[in-house]
């Protein structure tokens, strides 16, 4: 069973870049999408954007302009990195493994406030 | 994007009861549909995909339907552990997109 654990840091000042890790545990990266998606506390779910093992990427056209997910597969990792946050960037964000659009198995989260 | 809407919001039912979500998409998605199960403080879990094709290791209480538009989530005895909000959620199409949340108490 696959197991994906996240960290990176969970309190940012307004225009700084958020930066987030997911290592991901007894699987291979090949075959599949990778995902993040975040959720605004209190509110609903919110796909950021995916990348393959061959670091081919889809984002979220509301988020494009800032958004870069990278992968390293020699560590089995994959990251994101999300610039100018403002407080309406403030969420729990998940990474998951997505294969065919589909989040399978789901980071345990990570709470990012953003805050001066 | 497409845009999911999901009915009710919240939902008040006891144990034992039959309970039912439906979720609409803007448009036509196939059986391009999951359903998601939110505990309280925990990541979603996927319960359904492709509208009615159960996730391994999930009970058998629940079963989805529907194709095109419109799609269904069920519970056919609801227990205490199933308190949680459900999310519907296309994959047909980036960017996939979620329903608001269905909440279900007992």
């Known amino acids: 069973q696959v197991q994906l654990q996240q960290w990176g840091a969970g309190l940012l000042k307004p225009s700084e870049t958020l930066s987030l890790t997911c290592a991901v545990y007894?699987?291979?990266?090949?075959?599949?999408?990778w995902s993040w998606i975040r959720q605004p506390p209190g509110k609903g779910l919110e796909w950021i954007g995916e990348?393959?093992?061959?670091?081919?990427?889809n984002y979220n056209p509301s988020l494009e302009s800032r958004v870069t997910i990278s992968i390293d597969t020699s560590r089995n990792q994959f990251y994101l990195r999300l610039s100018s946050m403002t407080a309406a960037d403030a969420a729990v964000y998940y990474c998951?493994?997505?294969?065919?659009?589909?989040?399978?198995?789901w980071g345990q989260g990570t709470l990012v406030t953003v805050s001066s | 994007d497409i845009q999911m809407t999901q009915s009710p919001s919240s939902l008040s039912a006891s144990v034992g009861d039959r309970v039912t979500i439906t979720c609409r998409a803007s448009?036509?998605?196939?059986?391009?549909l999951n359903w998601h199960q939110q505990k309280p403080g925990k990541a979603p879990k996927l319960l359904i995909y492709?509208?009615?094709s159960l996730q391994s290791g999930v009970p058998s209480r629940f079963s989805g339907s529907g194709s095109g538009t419109d799609f269904t989530l069920t519970i056919t005895s609801l227990q205490p552990e199933d308190i949680a909000t459900y999310y519907c959620?296309?994959?047909?199409?980036?960017?996939?997109?979620f329903g608001q949340g269905t909440k279900v108490e007992i």
């Open positions: 448009q036509s998605i196939g059986t391009y």
């Open positions: 959620q296309q994959s047909y199409i980036t960017p996939q997109t």
């Open positions: 007894d699987e291979s990266f090949r075959g599949y999408f």
């Open positions: 998951a493994k997505a294969p065919q659009n589909t989040p399978r198995n």
């Open positions: 492709t509208a009615s």
């Open positions: 990348i393959n093992h061959s670091g081919v990427t």
